[in-house]
């Protein structure tokens, strides 16, 4: 990108990884977010730790290619989004949700 790495442009500690994640509206401008990324054999998000949660307080830069809106995870619960089998594939968000952004 016009000659800049990604960590000249946003700072030494910047961590690129491939995601999808479900943003939950909360209301009063708050959204509560729950997203996977999957990078082998050891995914950077992990920061190097062996536990099996870690709580990064930072930014986060989202650059969409897809997006979808819908109503039909209402009720879910952020930890049943979390093991929700609609996290892994977009094709009950193309039945019950509308496209927001396209990449066509």
Avoid: Y
């Avoid at 729950?34 to 830069?61: W, Y």
């Avoid at 819908?70 to 952020?78: I, M, T």
């Amino acid at each position: 990108m016009f000659g800049i790495t990604m960590k000249q442009l946003l700072g030494e500690r910047a961590i690129h990884v491939p995601m999808h994640g479900i943003v939950q509206n909360q209301g009063k401008g708050i959204v509560a977010c729950v997203f996977l990324s999957e990078v082998i054999p050891d995914n950077p998000l992990l920061v190097g730790a062996s536990e099996t949660h870690v709580f990064i307080h930072g930014d986060m830069i989202v650059r969409p290619r897809i997006a979808f809106a819908s109503n039909h995870l209402r009720g879910v619960g952020l930890g049943g989004l979390a093991k929700s089998s609609s996290m892994a594939s977009p094709d009950a968000w193309m039945r019950h949700g509308r496209v927001l952004l396209d990449p066509m």
